[in-house]
């Protein structure tokens, strides 16, 4: 911890660049440092290359110096009441686990570290968190984890005596935060990515110096996602003229959104909308119906070529266990009746778990090519 302690400091005082690697996973580790050039020249005053989880099969990286990594800890701290020691419960080379080590080292204290060597184990919080130091204690966390966690009394009982947990990575659905506020957790639903130096806006609220704008915009008010301000990345590694970063201190998500009220709601991606019948169907919020019904813990809607309609909607869920798994005829009737029917689901299938990318993320890529 001592060597990857000075690396991290010297990364926060940007004495240095770094691009961190997963261990464990020689080939994607492999892929990461052929896409972002390690070893090749950079610019001076870049302090990290985060690889994103994007869609796509190639890697990108967005660069950051260590002014934007100090201003999302700040901004943070600001926001949850006050420096504080972190648990890292998440893998370290996507951009939420390096912030949490990021924010502990800026606040003076050690991150405790949870082993995932073997997969997450919420049996080990309780240990984990009764060694974290400070008055202030926090954590972040994946919907996948927080619903395993969940499950276990133990585990519950550890997290409920922590200052604020991020929840980040992917949506949370409504049925996991209210079961996770009724136990008594301090959520904290984040948004952001590796672009904006991980969440950047909490609870629908940017962090402070973090700006919001919404292009694009339809007549119900959803359009493009657009950050800016201090958090935001300088650009992607030796991709200088890409769009993302067209507008100087802005990063154009592939995100749909609207702002309600100064709250940042997002509706899902526009990479990820299926088309069927010459109408767009933004899949998570098909989702968030399917995850309304009773013995549903998790749901992914796609699209599937279809030869009539160009795509048709299917969704793969993840039910309870030893609960009895809706029908199809069931989920389509569900839906249709909350939203138009062309958005009710074609074929339904039943899967023991989602197939993830990145910090939680449905991979659904990987569920395409599974289903096709």
Excluded at 111 to 124: E, I, S
Excluded at 170 to 180: F, H, I, M, W
Excluded at 321 to 350: H, K, N
Aim: charge should be negative; include cysteine.
């Amino acid at each position: 911890m001592l060597d990857a302690r000075r690396q991290l400091l010297a990364l926060l005082n940007g004495d240095a660049a770094y691009l961190p690697l997963p261990t464990g996973d020689a080939e994607h580790a492999r892929r990461l440092t052929e896409a972002l050039a390690l070893g090749e020249p950079i610019d001076d005053d870049a302090a990290l290359v985060v690889s994103t989880s994007g869609t796509t099969g190639t890697p990108k990286g967005a660069v950051h110096t260590a002014a934007s990594l100090r201003a999302s800890a700040e901004a943070t701290a600001e926001v949850l009441g006050g420096p504080g020691s972190w648990l890292l419960a998440i893998p370290p080379h996507h951009i939420g686990g390096l912030q949490v080590l990021l924010r502990s080292l800026a606040a003076g204290y050690d991150p405790v570290v949870l082993d995932l060597a073997a997969g997450f184990d919420p049996a080990a919080l309780p240990a984990c968190i009764g060694a974290m130091p400070g008055d202030r204690r926090y954590t972040s966390l994946v919907p996948t984890q927080l619903r395993k966690a969940l499950d276990d009394p133990r585990a519950v009982a550890a997290l409920r005596e922590l200052d604020a947990i991020l929840v980040g990575g992917a949506a949370t659905p409504a049925a996991l935060l209210e079961r996770s506020i009724d136990a008594g957790l301090p959520i904290v639903r984040t948004y952001g990515m590796s672009e904006t130096a991980g969440g950047c806006v909490y609870d629908g609220v940017p962090l402070p110096g973090v700006r919001v704008r919404i292009t694009d915009q339809g007549e119900n008010g959803v359009g493009r996602v657009v950050l800016g301000g201090a958090t935001v990345a300088r650009g992607y590694r030796n991709l200088p003229d890409h769009p993302a970063f067209a507008e100087p201190g802005w990063f154009r998500t592939d995100d749909l959104g609207a702002v309600e009220a100064d709250v940042l709601r997002i509706v899902g991606r526009a990479d990820e909308a299926v088309t069927t019948g010459g109408l767009t169907i933004v899949p998570q919020v098909v989702e968030a119906v399917i995850g309304e019904m009773a013995g549903v813990a998790e749901c992914a809607v796609l699209g599937l070529p279809d030869e009539r309609l160009g795509e048709q909607v299917v969704a793969v869920i993840v039910v309870d266990a030893g609960i009895q798994p809706p029908t199809a005829v069931e989920v389509r009737e569900f839906v249709s009746a909350r939203l138009d029917r062309y958005a009710a689901p074609r074929q339904v299938f039943v899967a023991d778990s989602l197939p993830l990318r990145g910090p939680g993320k449905v991979d659904r890529r990987a569920l395409r090519d599974r289903l096709s």
